[in-house]
């Protein structure tokens, strides 16, 4: 889920106001509160924020939920600070309702090029594989996540949601912590990601979005779903480090049409 960060922004016609920390995690209790009879006892929670939001994040999913892992993506993009550091990443908060949850590890491992390539005594490779494209090794996914870009103009997904989600980023969630069939559910929709990529990757889904614009942008791409299932940064099932698919051939061919950019509450 992706509720509002504890900052002054504007969603369409709302506003929402940054409030003292305590006031802000009262505020996100009510809203687990309203959330847990909707959950089943295999459900996976992923929680967003800042590094100001977390704090009442932690604080309260820690008594709903078994916190087990946050995970830091780099944004790569964020207005700079003349007195502060620049902000350039977000959490995801990876929490589940029970000590029984889902987690597809195979399916979320990241497709690295390797620099340095290691081998055993008789000269095969050790843990990576050679192809005529280069030699690349499947990563276990860690915590952080570099190979993430916020979506840009010039991406399909775009939309005018000030504060959207990469497909790339939630496919990750989605696969990992749901199973084919299973209902991901999202309060805080926006402009639909979470929903869209459930669908494009064989999941059901529910959303809740208060704004009518954003609503009716998620009911667009979801549309646009039906004939387009592809999810930038994610092809032949693997995600790919950031721009690899873009690197040439021996042949000086692109080895891919794909352009390369680089809450999920599963109720099933």
Sequence with gaps: ???????????????????????????????????????????????????????????????????RNRITWEREKGRGALSNWKNASEDIWFCTVSEQYTFNVDDVKLRRRVIAPYRHADGKPKDWEKTSTGNFRDTHPSNLWTDITIPFWSMPENTDHPTQKSEKLIAKLVLASSNPGDVIFDPFLGSGTSSVVAKKLGRQFCGIEIEEEYALLA?????????DGSIQGYTDRVFWERNMLNMMNSSGECRSKHKVNSLLLPLD
């Design 1 to 67: 889920m992706d509720p509002p960060y504890n900052l002054n922004k504007r969603f369409g016609s709302k506003k929402f106001s940054r409030r003292p920390v305590d006031e802000y995690t009262d505020w996100l209790n009510v809203l687990f509160t309203n959330i847990i009879p909707l959950l089943k006892k295999k459900a996976t929670v992923y929680i967003c924020g800042d590094w100001l939001t977390s704090i009442s994040i932690f604080t309260v999913a820690s008594n709903f939920f078994t916190v």
């Design 219 to 227: 009911e667009k791409r979801l549309a646009l779903a039906n004939t």
